[in-house]
């Protein structure tokens, strides 16, 4: 009851408190799937849905310790008017135990919802998803496009039971995520980002796509690395103080990268002699294929020049 009595009473602008402050201490992994089905929930209803609508569904994933991995989702119906926003239990309840019987290992985490900012009945929402989790997390999702932000428009929550008013009140506390992938996941979501609107995808766009996406990704990582690098130099010199937390994760990364050892200049001199291997191998068939052309075409001249003088004669 105490939570239903503080979520009547307490206001939008007291409900939302931001990251950095202390939480449950929770480590927040999201997989690439669950942004992939949330924007395609968002993007098939988007006709349906009024200015100011959202979309709601169930998060699912794992814990192991203290890290939780979101690994997928599924669509929620729900009622929306001014003051509540109903979610059909029943319906609920059988997507829930659908998903169960296919992935066993799959718990409901939390819920997530599409719009630029917390609203008032999403305590609601967050209260009927905690009678399947205790401690379930909020997801969401801003699909407003914006060419500023460089940052995925995602945030999560977690809630926390704070005095507002004199009154015990439930809040969301801003919790922190890190976006996390399996090797199938990168090579789907590759593929995917490949496919271009038309739905069919030639080996030209397909190329251009992803020859794309890799200089990207080398500007990213240049980028980055001059950053680190510009860090290290400052410090160097004096003109920042040491941070000593921060040099031994430099220095762990940079132990974990086998650039300059034996083994992987013998393995990048491996792939490049089979390159030019097989460079030397299609230029050469290439050559006996013109060769066998030019062969046949003389035989065939020579042919005809032999019956061309045996009708003569």
């Known amino acids: 009851e105490v939570f239903g009595v503080g979520m009547a009473r307490a206001s939008v602008n007291n409900m939302e408190r931001k990251v950095g402050e202390e939480g449950s201490g929770l480590e927040f992994k999201l997989h690439p799937l669950v942004i992939i089905n949330i924007s395609d929930h968002y993007t098939r209803c988007s006709y349906n849905v009024k200015e100011g609508g959202r979309v709601i569904g169930c998060l699912l994933g794992e814990q192991k310790g203290r890290v939780i991995h979101i690994t ?3 669509e929620m119906n729900f009622k929306a008017d001014s003051e509540e926003q109903n979610v059909d239990q029943e319906h609920l309840n059988f997507k829930k135990q659908q998903y169960k019987t296919v992935f066993p290992k799959l718990e409901v985490i939390g819920w997530y919802s599409t719009g630029d900012k917390i ?8 209260k009927t998803i905690s009678e ?3 401690s379930p997390v909020f997801l969401l999702l801003d699909p407003t ?29 801003q919790a922190k995520y890190t976006v996390d992938s399996l090797e199938a996941e990168r090579i789907a979501v590759d593929q995917v980002a490949r496919i271009v609107p ?8 397909q190329l251009s796509s992803h020859m794309t996406g890799m200089q990207n990704a080398i500007k990213m990582l240049r980028m980055r690395i001059s950053t680190i690098l510009g860090v290290v130099k400052q410090m160097k010199e004096g003109k920042i103080p040491y941070d000593h937390g921060l040099l031994r994760e430099i220095s762990s990364l940079v132990r974990r990268l086998p650039v300059g050892t034996d083994k992987t200049k013998k393995g990048l001199n491996l792939e490049y002699n089979d390159t030019l291997l097989i460079t030397y191998l299609s230029v050469m068939t290439s050559g006996n ?14 042919d005809q020049r032999v019956s061309h003088r045996r009708t003569l004669f």
Do not use: C, W
């Not at 609203?119 to 967050?126: G, K, R, V």
């Not at 038309?198 to 766009?205: D, F, I, L, P």
């Open 132 to 134: 399947i989790n205790e």
């Open 198 to 205: 038309s739905g069919k995808a030639s080996s030209t766009e």
């Open 119 to 126: 609203q008032e009945n999403d305590l609601q929402t967050h």
């Open 72 to 74: 997928n989702t599924f």
């Open 145 to 173: 496009i914006s060419a500023a932000n460089r940052d995925l428009p995602i945030k999560f929550y977690e809630t926390e039971m704070h005095v507002i008013e004199g009154i015990p009140s439930q809040i969301f506390v």
């Open 289 to 302: 294929a013109t060769l066998h052309e030019l062969v046949n075409k003389i035989n065939a001249t020579y």
